[in-house]
């Protein structure tokens, strides 16, 4: 393997279908992309019909033989969740990636359908519920994979589990590290759980870095202060990088987590990341796999 990886050493996925979620734009977009150039069918995990329908025709339009399909998904919505994975196990043979990509920075406080909290009901409790209704058909295949997006902004982060709804405190940005660090405890939990299963099925984690996408669409003015940012930053599509590594890399292994491999983990390529030693306490992914069941209604 090259020591800078890039887009071409992701490796054939003929025969494999991927679900990506928010692959509408930005970082899945890119995922998808590259996924479908090389041979994957990529389902897009997107709400919005015609933002699907525009990245569809984006990527045809340079690839006209990709296999692409929308599969409608909200998740803040788990009843959107439940009906996208019935969708998947009717209408598709076989499942070998799931990338739990999409996500919201620091909205003003938002509650879910059912009432979570935005950041850590969509970013978090979204896909652990996705992940859960998928489970049975990755497990099918001998090389499945679940690859959670999470973030930089993981490290030095917790679960207010006293506050799991932010009903008494709404810190836009803590509850976002608090989703990202929930990202890696359920990478860590669901490692752990596959493998007691007997099950050859991966999940990892990976984060990319700071990266030029429509993140950013609620910070506003303070977005000034990130400009000057703009110019080390990774592009969308170097973003998406240490994702397709995660999803793709033969030499992965359970529980890996990649990110871009400059300075700080900020921009460039991808490798092996640094994981915050708090995202591997025993007691906070089992707290948390606990309220996340019973939040939910689905069981891992
Ligand atoms: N960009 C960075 O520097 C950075 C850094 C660290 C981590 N990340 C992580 O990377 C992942 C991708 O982010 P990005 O930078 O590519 O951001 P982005 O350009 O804003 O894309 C986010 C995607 O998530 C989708 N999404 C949001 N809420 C959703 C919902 N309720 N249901 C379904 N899809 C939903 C969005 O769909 P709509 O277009 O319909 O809103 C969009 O497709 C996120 O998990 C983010 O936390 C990004």
């Not at 994979?145 to 008494?168: C, K, M, P, Q, T």
């Not at 993140?215 to 994702?243: K, T």
């Amino acid at each position: 393997m090259a020591t800078v990886y890039r887009e071409v050493d992701v490796p054939s996925q003929q025969g494999k279908t991927a679900l990506v979620t928010g692959a509408n734009t930005g970082i899945g977009f890119h995922t998808a992309r590259v996924l479908a150039a090389r041979g994957a069918r990529v389902l897009l995990g997107c709400r919005d019909e015609s933002r699907a329908a525009e990245a569809i025709a984006a990527i045809q339009s340079k690839l006209p033989d990709a296999d692409l399909a929308w599969l409608p998904l909200d998740l803040a919505s788990l009843s959107s969740i439940e009906k996208a994975a019935g969708q998947v196990q009717q209408t598709e043979s076989h499942l070998d990636l799931l990338i739990n990509n999409a996500g919201v920075m620091v909205p003003p406080k938002t509650l879910t359908e059912d009432g979570f909290e935005l950041q850590f009901g969509v970013n978090h409790l979204g896909h652990f519920a996705l992940t859960g209704h998928l489970l049975p058909m990755l497990k099918a295949r001998a090389d499945a994979r679940i690859v959670n997006i999470s973030s930089l902004a993981h490290r030095g982060a917790a679960i207010d589990f006293d506050d799991i709804h932010a009903e008494r405190k709404y810190s836009r940005m803590k509850r976002y590290q608090m989703s990202k660090f929930a990202n890696m405890l359920f990478t860590f939990g669901l490692q752990q759980r596959l493998e007691a299963s007997g099950s050859g099925a991966l999940a990892v984690a990976a984060h990319p870095g700071g990266s030029n996408t429509e993140l950013g669409r609620h910070i506003g003015l303070m977005r000034f202060l990130f400009l000057p940012l703009e110019w080390i930053m990774n592009s969308a599509a170097e973003g998406a990088l240490p994702s397709l590594r995660a999803a793709t890399d033969p030499d992965a292994k359970g529980g890996d987590y990649y990110g871009p491999t400059g300075m700080g983990e900020f921009a460039r390529s991808a490798g092996i990341a640094k994981v915050d030693s708090a995202a591997r306490d025993l007691e906070a992914i089992n707290r948390l796999w606990g309220i996340s069941e019973a939040l939910t209604n689905v069981s891992i």
